[in-house]
């Protein structure tokens, strides 16, 4: 049935598994993020009972399909509105999907709304610091009144970001780093017009080559010059071949490390980031030849003698076995 929970549990991870394969810096990713929210919402209801999900109509059509009773043709059928799920969410399972819980659930839908109804482009300027940390809270919760675990709905990679992302939502942390931006900003700002100034532009030509050298660059909090961010490659290895015939290839990051080197701002762990507005994932991006990628040997320039030799001892080692 349409409505079953193990139908709509699978769905549900097939969502998150399309958007945990996107570039992390795509629409897309919070668009299948989304969609897959409320299919493990509706799989989270639907183990109570599938009845729940029916919308009610005069003839009790809907509710008679979700008993797998119905005399209507098939199609026809119609579940509750999404917020109307959220709202039952909170209802059955309020000790772990609270109230905050829903309405976090429930801004990211209306954003996948207006992506989906509207010419609005909902996710470019909805960055993840607006909605990741609540998303996997809100699915960590459902997916406890199921009686599984954050691995069990994504996958234990996954889980383990999702754990820092909420961890980093602590009071605490954000107190303490909003006090480290003040006070850096006030060391930028007693700093004299020349010396700023000569610091400002050697700080750009470092930008230009730490972002070569595999930096993130972001704009620092404090000072709001140019500055970077360094963090840890997760998750599968994308691998897609572009107009020029290379390979490029597309790994997540969380980020670990920022330091600005205007006002000497560092922060050195993702709750920090996160408390900074800096805790956005991002991808990385290499591009490689096919040969590169390969591993392939170009017979006009590289030196072949050592693979020639090698062949060599191990056609000599054939022989000597037989």
Known sequence: MNWGHDALLT?????????LSEDRQSPLFGLWCSIGLELLARAAVAKVS????????????????????????PGKERSIKTN??????????????????????????????????????????YTQQDWLPGFYKACAALSL???????????????????????AK????????????????????????TDKGDLIKKNQLEIDRLTYQRHHKVNCPSCTNPASVQGDTFGPVTVENNDDGEI??????MPRAFQCRVCDLKLNNYAELSAAGLGNQYTRTTTQTPAEYYGLLDPDSDDLSQ????????????????
Do not use: W
Request: aromatic share 8%; glycine share 4%.
């Open 11 to 19: 769905k549900a991870r097939v969502y998150f598994n399309r958007a």
């Open 50 to 73: 599938p009845v729940l999900l029916a919308e009610r109509d005069k003839d009790f059509q809907n509710v008679l399909y979700a008993l797998e009773r119905s005399t209507q043709e």
């Open 84 to 125: 109307e799920v959220f709202d039952l969410c909170a209802k059955l399972f309020g000790k772990d999907f609270t109230q905050d819980d829903k309405q976090q659930a429930i801004a990211l839908t209306n954003q996948r709304n207006a992506e989906l109804h509207t010419g609005i482009a909902a996710f470019e300027n």
């Open 145 to 167: 009144s199921m009686g599984l675990s954050l691995e069990d709905v994504l996958n234990e990679t996954e889980a383990g970001i999702a754990a820092e992302a909420m961890e």
């Open 170 to 193: 602590k009071k605490e942390v954000i107190s303490r780093v909003k006090k480290l931006i003040a006070s850096h900003a006030e060391v930028f700002l007693a700093k004299q017009g």
């Open 248 to 253: 490029v290839l597309k790994q997540a990051v």
């Open 307 to 322: 693979y020639i030799e090698d062949h060599l001892d191990s056609m000599g080692q054939e022989y000597d076995n037989e």
